[in-house]
């Protein structure tokens, strides 16, 4: 079968991967359509570290093919949207309803795959650039069968991540003033996450302007190209500030533009190493820094929900999609996101 994989050095796609049958409270799955996010750009470049030879993608929708034993939740034709969260479910963190905070769910790579007789590993417990794959069943979350699924694979990463850290982790409620740094795929998701939360004001931040009309069109009432004239619209700061870029000084940026009691929420993915600096004098009027682990989500909950508001045309996923690609471009497609000229690329088998 077909599949995105990267030894190291460079990717290819091949046609010649082989993948196991599933075991016991597994879901093999035949991928449909996959977004290419910024994380499988950054195994790529090295910023994120991960042990090679792997099969990339972690966004990604399809049908299911075959169950292993104990899974009753999804049957073969079901359409489901994937998670990367392999939580174990019965954990302390997973009892507390906190499944991103799973140690079971981190740093624990599987291999499925094999090439060659060479097993292959699993990327964020996903691998979606394939043909099939193979998750445990909780990451398996059925949807509707009118949702198209090249949008619905966005759900898996994008907007568990984007609309979650602003509905599950900062809990923006109605009338706050909330700053996105980066319109990139996870921060137009924080955009419509605030509008729909009821943010009063949503000021969208990106060097490039041409992003202006889609952030607007996601929910941003204000846009500028950087962050100079942030305090011109909110003059006391943000009560939400999220970096989505990965960036220290922008890092700082966000912590700096806070209002009293503000939270800046970290979203973006800099190198493994890199430290962030602030005034310690500035953050004494109740000011939080947040990390958040993949938008402090429960997929099982969270991506029932979010299919739900697409379908009430709440939640933009269409809007998202900005061109689709078959998986044989992988390159084009990766150097098209790498430069910023889609919101989101889809693969597409």
């Known amino acids: 079968m077909r599949g995105v994989i990267f030894d190291g050095k460079q990717t290819q796609v091949v046609d ?37 030879p792997v099969v990339l993608g972690h966004e990604g929708a399809g049908v299911v093919e075959t169950v292993g034993r104990g899974v009753t939740h999804v049957q073969p034709g079901d359409h489901v949207s994937l998670s990367t969260l392999a939580n174990c479910g019965a954990c302390a963190e997973c009892d507390r309803g906190r499944p991103t905070m799973c140690r079971k769910a981190i740093g624990m790579p599987q291999q499925p795959f094999a090439r060659d007789g060479q097993p292959l590993y699993q990327f964020a417990s996903n691998s979606a650039f394939a043909e099939r794959t193979l998750v445990k069943a909780v990451q398996a979350v059925r949807i509707p069968k009118d949702i198209p699924l090249t949008s619905a694979a966005l759900i898996g990463c994008g907007v568990l991540t984007g609309v979650g850290a602003v509905l599950n982790r900062a809990r923006v ?51 500028l190209t950087s962050t100079e004239a942030v305090k011109d619209i909110l003059p006391t700061g943000a009560d939400h500030a999220f970096e989505c870029v990965g960036r220290v000084e922008l890092i700082r940026q966000a912590i700096d533009l806070l209002d009293r009691h503000g939270q800046a929420v970290l979203l973006g993915v800099p190198p493994a190493t890199a430290e962030a600096s ?36 709440r939640l933009l996923l269409d809007e998202l999609v900005t061109q689709t690609y078959p998986v044989e471009n992988f390159e084009k497609a990766a150097q098209d996101a790498h430069e910023g000229r889609v919101a989101r690329a889809v693969l597409t088998f």
């Open 16 to 52: 010649d991967l082989e993948i196991r049958d599933p075991g016991p409270g597994e879901v093999q799955v035949a991928i449909s359509a996959a977004g290419l996010c910024h994380s499988d750009l950054s195994v790529v470049d090295g910023t994120i570290p991960f042990p090679v």
């Open 173 to 223: 409620d109605r009338g706050d003033r909330v700053l996105v740094i980066g319109t990139g795929g996870i921060g137009l998701n924080v955009i419509q996450g605030a509008r729909i939360a009821g943010a009063l004001k949503i000021v969208a931040v990106d060097s490039n302007p041409a992003k202006e009309s889609v952030a607007r069109r996601f929910g941003a009432t204000h846009f």
């Open 278 to 313: 602030f005034l310690v004098s500035s953050m004494y009027l109740d000011k939080s820094i947040l990390g958040c682990r993949y938008g402090s989500s429960r997929p099982q909950r969270d991506i029932a929900l979010y299919a739900e508001l697409y379908r009430e045309g």
